[in-house]
């Protein structure tokens, strides 16, 4: 049966490894990109999720959507759209990136909005999946590489574990559901990695790999909201952060989900791994 796949969020830490899996597996798909690009080799097609024409024009003839929104203040704003002009395009299965713990009635903001848009998709009555990811292993290439550098990361973490997830992992499991999405319709899926380990751990792997100390601090929660405030950054960021930080700290993000060695058959990619293979980022 004809199965056109729509990738969105092809450019970042999920949308470019499920890109190059969907390459490997000779899918039938083509990636949205907010502005114009030149993606070679892969059918390209631009809207922005602020345009609900522009993305009822873009999802035509597609059967199958990946749904991957960035972490911006209207993400809710985006994702009706994006609703609204999947159900007029004719789309037949939704499968979203959303967050671990997505819950629209939770106490906590992150999980609150990324359990919102579930619904909101739900809503449209078009069979959905949704991959809800823990962490990932690459906020430590990408948000906390400087603190690396400088020797020292500050987690607002309680100290707790948590089983951080390689986004090429997300990528993966991605695959899987997009090209057989009638196999997991209905169903949501934790997605971690296969190890708990604190951030202590995390910065004794990162040591070893770049042959320097690097020092892991537990601040609480709220001396990360001053600084935070302190550099300026957004009032909604600033909320979904303290939640997030506020979860770890009390525990509910330690644990592994078997999900991901469920659906790929193989154990989820390793710390370790994902250390070895990013030391130029902290170099
Ligand atoms: N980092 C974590 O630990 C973590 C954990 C759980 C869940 N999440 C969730 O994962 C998501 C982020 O995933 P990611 O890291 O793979 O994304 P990312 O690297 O931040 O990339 C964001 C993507 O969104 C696209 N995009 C941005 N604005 C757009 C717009 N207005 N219209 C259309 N496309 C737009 C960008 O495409 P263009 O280049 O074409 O603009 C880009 O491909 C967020 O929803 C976050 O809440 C993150």
Redesign the pocket.
């Known amino acids: 049966m004809a199965n056109k796949i729509l990738v969105?969020?092809?450019?970042?830490?999920?949308?470019a490894p499920l890109v190059k899996e969907l390459q490997a597996q000779g899918a039938d798909f083509a990636v949205?990109?907010?502005?114009h690009?030149n993606d070679p080799g892969v059918e390209t097609r631009v809207?922005?999720?602020?345009d609900v024409a522009a993305l009822t024009q873009a999802f035509k003839g597609i059967d199958t959507l990946f749904l991957?929104?960035?972490?911006?203040e209207n993400?809710v704003a985006?994702a009706t759209n994006a609703a609204a002009a999947a159900k007029a395009a004719g789309v037949k299965h939704i499968v979203r990136?959303s967050?671990?713990g997505a819950d629209s009635s939770s106490s906590f903001a992150?999980p609150k909005l990324?359990g919102t848009i579930d619904d909101i998709l739900v809503a449209t009555g078009i069979p959905t999946t949704f991959l809800r990811?823990?962490?990932?292993m690459?906020?430590y290439a990408t948000y906390q590489s400087q603190a690396i550098k400088d020797g020292t990361i500050y987690m607002a973490d309680g100290g707790k574990s948590q089983a951080l997830i390689d986004?090429r992992d997300i990528a993966a499991v991605a695959a899987r559901v997009l090209t057989n999405p009638a196999a997991h319709a209905g169903k949501a899926y934790m997605l971690t990695g296969g190890e708990d380990f604190t951030g202590a751990d995390a910065a004794k792997t990162i040591s070893a790999a770049v042959g320097r100390s690097v020092q892991h601090v537990s601040v609480p929660t709220e001396a990360a909201v001053a600084t935070m405030n302190q550099w300026g950054v957004p009032p909604f960021i600033v909320n979904v952060m303290d939640s997030l930080n506020q979860i770890i700290s009390a525990g509910y993000a330690s644990g592994v989900s078997p999900d991901v060695e469920n659906i790929l058959g193989r154990k989820p990619r390793t710390f370790a791994a994902f250390v070895g293979e990013n030391s130029a980022a902290w170099k």
């Open positions: 969105t969020g092809a450019s970042g830490n999920i949308g949205l990109r907010s502005k690009s809207a922005d999720f602020g991957l929104f960035p972490l911006v993400k985006l990136s967050g671990a992150l990324q990811p823990g962490g990932f690459q906020n986004a």
